[in-house]
């Protein structure tokens, strides 16, 4: 039997001829060829850095703050993006700081982990830094505890209390190191996200983040992939980092990721730099078809570590399938690390025994009002209200963890392969599988769940 071309990754390795050519309408879902305004990414960042967006020159905000002593903070993603960025951009700045006579040790790297659970230094080195950067500067790596040493610097007009770590506060200028994204709640990632919930105390997450929450709806309308515009969430993130430019020089380098390559570079004030990657994250995260698919494959590659993380995934999966509850989702995600967020385990658990329009509910009333939120309470309703959509059972999910526990805890059919080879043997199984009900169906295959896919219309 012969295959379409369809290669998805689980973990980092490349499973591939899955679908067979019998069935005629398959489609891998990528957005049209982008091209960046730059050939030369060294050239581009000192064209930026030199032209910035919004404020002075970086070597001019540089040299107005910093004396021997005071420390240069740069913040940077946790273990759970891919830092690609990080590691190219840190170096090429780092270098142009010691050039202008910023001593080394006045240097700082904070991960801006928010209410993650901090990365082990062996984490910082292979999914942060990587090896070549960490030897270098693993001593002037900072880790953020949400849970002490953070400072209540304001409020929001919104209510939320501005707690930040006092390491950030002690700095003399801030440089944020961002890769701007789509955010399934949030509508975009970067930029203000490395303050709240980057830096932030569990206090202001906690406040900030059941903005989201809508009883029927599982999320109110404004706060979706790709909207900023409206959605409560973001603008209380932008409003606490709009408060810490008063009291902190900022000077954001952000960029955009496509198929782990750089092709959007920006800097300079960090709230400038989050309006302007919203044009091009358009282009490059929007997909527009005409027709929901019946079944979609998809995977979260390498940030698959945990299904908290997985999650993204079947959301991305979610906006391209059929709303009727005979649609398929396939994702694959290796899991290796586990559920990976104690409180969507708790809270999955205690409703499993629900409907799931009840356990909807009854998630949002017990665990994510702003006094009992926790990071990870907002899975449980982010994969509720799919399952409005999508039955239970019809999430496919490869992975390392145990088919039980999905089935019985997170409604979703587990398959663990006995090695990454025999992934490609259980999805030709759940083709065949689907084949028997949906003889001609339409397949969508994404490889990346950081993209919103636009059905009009959709099936309900």
Same mark, same amino acid.
């Given at each position: 039997m012969s295959y379409h071309s369809t290669p998805l990754k689980y973990g980092n390795q490349t499973i591939d001829d899955f679908i067979p050519k019998k069935i005629r309408d398959v489609t891998v879902l990528r957005v049209d060829e982008f091209t960046p305004d730059f050939t030369d990414l060294k050239?581009? $960042?000192?064209?930026?850095?030199?032209?910035?967006?919004?404020?002075?020159?970086?070597?001019?905000?540089?040299?107005?703050?910093?004396?021997?002593? *005071?420390?240069?903070?740069?913040?940077?993603?946790?273990?759970t993006r891919p830092n690609l960025h990080t590691k190219i951009l840190l170096p090429l700045i780092t270098d142009r700081l010691l050039k202008i006579g910023v001593r080394k040790e006045d240097i700082g790297i904070i991960i801006s982990s928010g209410s993650h659970t901090p990365a082990s230094p062996k984490e910082v080195e292979d999914r942060i830094l990587g090896p070549a950067l960490y030897k270098v500067w693993k001593d002037n790596v900072l880790a953020h505890d949400c849970d002490s040493g953070n400072e209540h610097v304001g409020e929001t007009s919104k209510g939320t209390p501005i707690l930040i770590d006092k390491k950030v506060l002690d700095s003399s200028l801030l440089i944020p190191l961002s890769d701007s994204e789509y955010h399934y709640f949030a509508g975009q990632a970067g930029t203000v996200k490395l303050f709240c919930p980057g830096v932030a105390g569990r206090e202001t997450i906690r406040i900030n983040h059941p903005r989201m929450f809508d009883l029927e709806k599982g999320f109110v309308d404004c706060c979706r992939l790709g909207n900023c515009e409206g959605n409560p969430v973001i603008e209380d993130m932008i409003e606490i980092t709009t408060t810490m430019m008063k009291r902190i020089p900022i000077f954001c380098v952000d960029v955009i990721v496509n198929h782990d390559e750089i092709v959007y570079l920006q800097a300079g004030d960090i709230i400038e730099c989050h309006k302007?990657?919203?044009?091009?994250?358009?282009? !490059?995260?929007?997909?527009?078809?005409?027709?929901?698919?019946?079944?979609?494959?998809?995977?979260?590659?390498?940030?698959?570590? #945990?299904?908290?993380?997985?999650?993204?995934?079947?959301?991305?999966?979610? #906006?391209?399938?059929?709303?009727?509850? *005979? /649609?398929?989702?396939?994702?694959?995600?290796?899991?290796?690390? /586990?559920?990976?967020?104690?409180?969507?385990?708790?809270?999955?658990?205690?409703?499993?025994d629900l409907e799931v329009r009840d356990a909807l509910r009854f998630v949002i009333e017990k665990y994510c009002s702003?006094?009992?939120?926790?990071?990870?309470?907002?899975?449980?309703?982010?994969?509720?209200?799919?399952? $409005?959509?999508?039955?239970?059972?019809?999430? *496919?999910?490869?992975?390392?963890?145990?088919?039980?526990?999905?089935?019985?805890?997170?409604?979703?059919?587990?398959?663990?392969?006995?090695?990454?080879?025999?992934?490609?043997?259980?999805?030709?199984?759940?083709? #065949?599988?689907? $084949?028997?009900?949906?003889?001609?169906?339409?397949?969508?295959? !994404?490889?990346?769940?950081? !993209?919103l896919i636009n059905v009009k219309p959709q099936v309900h």
């Open positions: 050239k581009k $960042l000192k064209q930026v850095l030199d032209s910035p967006l919004g404020t002075k020159p970086f070597n001019e905000v540089v040299k107005s703050v910093y004396s021997k002593g *005071k420390r240069i903070l740069f913040m940077v993603d946790d273990k302007a990657a919203a044009a091009p994250l358009r282009q !490059l995260r929007v997909i527009d078809v005409d027709k929901p698919g019946d079944i979609v494959f998809v995977s979260v590659g390498e940030l698959g570590v #945990n299904l908290y993380q997985a999650g993204k995934g079947v959301h991305a999966a979610w #906006n391209a399938v059929r709303h009727d509850r *005979k /649609g398929w989702i396939v994702l694959l995600a290796r899991c290796e690390d /586990g559920i990976g967020s104690a409180p969507y385990a708790e809270a999955m658990e205690s409703a499993k702003q006094k009992t939120f926790k990071i990870g309470n907002q899975k449980p309703v982010d994969l509720f209200r799919i399952l $409005l959509d999508v039955a239970e059972g019809n999430i *496919k999910v490869v992975s390392e963890l145990d088919p039980t526990e999905l089935r019985d805890v997170y409604r979703m059919q587990g398959c663990k392969p006995d090695s990454p080879a025999d992934v490609q043997r259980i999805l030709r199984e759940f083709i #065949n599988e689907f $084949l028997k009900e949906h003889p001609k169906p339409r397949v969508y295959v !994404l490889d990346d769940p950081g !993209l």
